[in-house]
Nanobody, 131 residues
Framework: QVQLVESGGGTAQPGGTVRLSCSVS????????VAWFRQAPGKEREGVSC????????WYRDSVKGRFIISRDNAKNTVYLQMNRLNPEDTAVYYC????????????????????????WGQGTEVTVSS
């Protein structure tokens, strides 16, 4: 049984930092592309960041470039999203997702065109940025 469980969400002030984790069980993460999505109040879900299965590159939507960092630890079957210099527009429910053998075209589509055809999803963790 495959499960993805996000953690680390909460409340932060503008300019603050939050680190999200996504614990994956039931599969070998090494062969999967990993991604983070978010859905803000009243908005559609959008791709935030993506890392192909080869772990040779990373992709980010323009609004988070230079602020967010996606990473993974395949030995621990865990995906991370480091979010720095948060602003109120980052307030959303954040979801992790994985896709078997997903490569760089998937990541480009995820962060630039709203691709969300992934194999497995977590239930989300809420991040609120407010002063």
């Amino acid at each position: 049984q495959v499960q993805l469980v996000e953690s680390g969400g909460g409340t932060a002030q503008p300019g603050g930092t939050v680190r999200l984790s996504c614990s994956v069980s039931g599969i070998t993460l090494n062969t999967y592309a990993v991604a983070w999505f978010r859905q803000a109040p009243g908005k559609e879900r959008e791709g935030v960041s993506c890392m192909p299965h080869s772990d040779s590159s990373t992709w980010y939507r323009d609004s988070v470039k230079g602020r967010f960092i996606i990473s993974r630890d395949n030995a621990k079957n865990t995906v991370y999203l480091q979010m720095n210099r948060l602003n109120p527009e980052d307030t959303a429910v954040y979801y992790c997702a994985i896709k078997s053998s997903g490569g760089w075209p998937l990541c480009i589509a995820t962060t630039q065109s709203g691709q969300y055809n992934y194999d497995y999803w977590g239930q989300g963790t809420e991040v609120t940025v407010s002063s």
